[in-house]
T-cell receptor, first 114, second 115 residues
Framework: QQQVKQSPQSLIVQKGGISIINCAYE??????FPWYQQFPGKGPALLIA?????SEKKEGRFTISFNKSAKQFSLHIMDSQPGDSATYFC?????????????FGQGTTLQVKP | KAGVTQTPRYLIKTRGQQVTLSCSPI?????VSWYQQTPGQGLQFLFE???????NKGNFPGRFSGRQFSNSRSEMNVSTLELGDSALYLC??????????????FGSGTQLSVL
């Protein structure tokens, strides 16, 4: 029940295309769903996050879509750029737990071809 | 504002040794979490400290321990190293209180290799 399943494992997109990464969770107690971006040699950096009271959140070219009934959420990167090439992790947590514990998906390596 | 600082950046140890990793959080952050990142298991939560107290612990053996000092700096210790402990160890800091506790800021990690 603590798992977060992420797909695909890797993704290749042409410059200007849309990158879509999907995640599914089991624990209905989760109420915070962030996405992290990680470049080689760096730690993950918070990209965008959503809570279950909204179905979509957009920040620039990055959009999270959230489906509470299906227990799924996804990251859409519009107009993908070579600089977006990185590993993306979805995660989930319970804010009420107040302990900084995130359950991460396995990660998606995105390559954007120029 | 300085980010999360982890030292050392790289570490090579042999089986059976012990190792101590250090993390300095962002100024004003009182919570420090530790994660282990490996290609096979991904990012896994080790433990979290807030105001020098461990608030939560992941599913790792007792060989993995940590502590936090009064200035919020944290150390993680692994005793009796095993080959499988080779990983990138990441430290993350946050303010530590809801609703901001969820925004974790990660350091670049310490790459530990056990030979």
């Amino acid at each position: 029940q603590q798992q977060v399943k992420q797909s695909p494992q890797s993704l290749i997109v042409q410059k200007g295309g849309i990158s879509i990464i999907n995640c599914a969770y089991e624990n209905t107690a989760f109420d915070y769903f962030p996405w992290y971006q990680q470049f080689p040699g760096k730690g993950p950096a918070l990209l965008i996050a959503i809570r279950p009271d909204v179905s979509e959140k957009k920040e620039g070219r990055f959009t999270i879509s959230f489906n509470k009934s299906a227990k799924q959420f996804s990251l859409h990167i519009m107009d993908s750029q070579p600089g977006d090439s990185a590993t993306y992790f979805c995660a989930a947590s319970r804010i009420a737990s107040n302990t900084g514990k995130l359950i991460f998906g396995q990660g998606t390596t995105l390559q954007v071809k120029p | 504002k300085a980010g999360v600082t982890q030292t050392p950046r790289y570490l090579i140890k042999t089986r059976g040794q012990q190792v101590t990793l250090s993390c300095s959080p962002i100024s004003g952050h009182r919570s420090v979490s530790w994660y282990q990142q490996t290609p096979g298991q991904g990012l896994q939560f080790l433990f979290e400290y807030f105001s020098e107290t461990q608030r939560n612990k992941g599913n790792f053996p007792g060989r993995f321990s940590g502590r936090q000092f009064s200035n919020s700096r944290s150390e993680m210790n692994v005793s009796t190293l095993e080959l499988g402990d080779s990983a990138l160890y990441l430290c993350a800091s946050s303010f530590g209180g809801a609703p901001t506790n969820e925004k974790l800021f990660f350091g670049s990690g310490t790459q530990l290799s056990v030979l």
